[in-house]
């Protein structure tokens, strides 16, 4: 049995924890990373919170994340959600790592316009391997609006407090959202790579008879066959294709249903359980969806 996760319900426990002193503000906190240090003790023990973390370091800090090791090189910002994992893999000392490490409670922004939103965010979701690599002037611009955000939480605490601290957050998040589109552009071509893929995986998984054995293909399925997260592999496709994995998924069935529509006499729901679906109901709800039409009347116009 693996070792018991650490977990952190506040600020103030994380803070504990980290030994990173007394927090100012009880539902954020930025703690800088020249200042954490840990011995052999540490490695092997995995931490989780029920924190968000926007964390940017530029040299190697060693530590699993998720399912997967890594290393940062200079300028990688990663994003953690709460209840994600994490595993120190070797020691650090004083000085040795420098970066920020931004936490925040989701009661801070409980019943705002960023809480209502903060699903979209998608990287928050993210595998370690797709972190954001940033440019010197991107750190710079991030690291504006952090020192805004303590300078903020150094601050009394005032009615304006909360209003101030998630404008920054959430303008450092639509940074991070348009740093994240650079980086899908400048890889465009290992990422038609991964289009051209999950083409080839769905065509496989029909030609394989996977729908009826095993049901239609799930966005995990897909992403674990690039070797990448279901967010990442979703805002990927959406950003080369236009269409989320699940719409690659659904315009695939369609379009395999259009053609055994035309080229063969089975019933519709013999259609319908032949592309996985458990109910042919389902079946001619996405396919009116997608064509505008049944796909009795798809067969009669045809």
Same mark, same amino acid.
């Given at each position: 049995m693996g070792e018991q996760v650490i977990?952190?319900?506040?600020?103030?426990?994380?803070s504990s924890v980290m030994r990173? %002193?007394?927090?100012?503000?009880?539902?954020?906190?930025?703690?800088?990373?020249?200042?954490?240090a840990y011995g052999e003790e540490t490695v092997g023990k995995r931490f989780s919170s029920e924190l968000f973390c926007i964390a940017l370091k530029d040299s190697s800090c060693g530590i699993d994340y998720g399912r997967n090791p890594y290393d940062f090189d200079d300028g990688v910002l990663i994003f953690t959600a709460p209840k994600q994992i994490?595993?120190?893999?070797?020691?650090?000392e004083l000085n040795q790592v420098k970066g920020w490490m931004l936490y925040f409670h989701p009661d801070l922004i409980r019943n705002t316009s960023l809480g209502a939103k903060i699903d979209a965010y998608t990287f928050f979701n993210y595998e370690v391997h797709e972190a954001l690599h940033l440019s010197e002037q991107e750190q710079q611009t991030l690291n504006q609006i952090v020192v805004l955000i303590q300078n903020e939480i150094k601050e009394r605490i005032d009615n304006h407090s909360q209003q101030v601290l998630v404008s920054n957050i959430e303008l450092l998040l639509?940074?991070?959202?348009?740093?994240?589109e650079r980086q899908f552009n400048t890889r465009s071509a290992s990422n038609l790579d991964i289009v051209s893929k999950v083409e080839s995986l769905l065509k496989n998984y029909y030609?394989?008879?996977?729908?009826?054995?095993? %049901?239609?293909?799930?966005?995990?399925?897909l992403a674990e066959q690039c070797h990448l997260s279901p967010s990442y592999l979703s805002d990927l496709l959406a950003k080369e294709t236009g269409r989320s994995a699940k719409d690659h998924i659904n315009d695939f069935l369609v379009d395999k249903a259009k053609h055994l529509l035309l080229s063969s006499t089975d019933t519709i729901s013999g259609i319908a359980y032949t592309l996985g679906f458990n109910y042919p109901h389902y079946f001619g709800r996405l396919f009116k969806q997608k064509t505008g039409k049944t796909p009795q009347e798809y067969r009669q116009m045809n």
């Open positions: 977990h952190s319900k506040s600020i103030t426990e994380l990173a %002193g007394k927090p100012t503000h009880p539902l954020i906190t930025i703690i800088d990373t020249e200042k954490l994490i595993t120190v893999k070797k020691p650090q639509n940074y991070c959202t348009r740093f994240y030609l394989e008879n996977q729908l009826i054995e095993k %049901g239609q293909p799930s966005i995990q399925y």
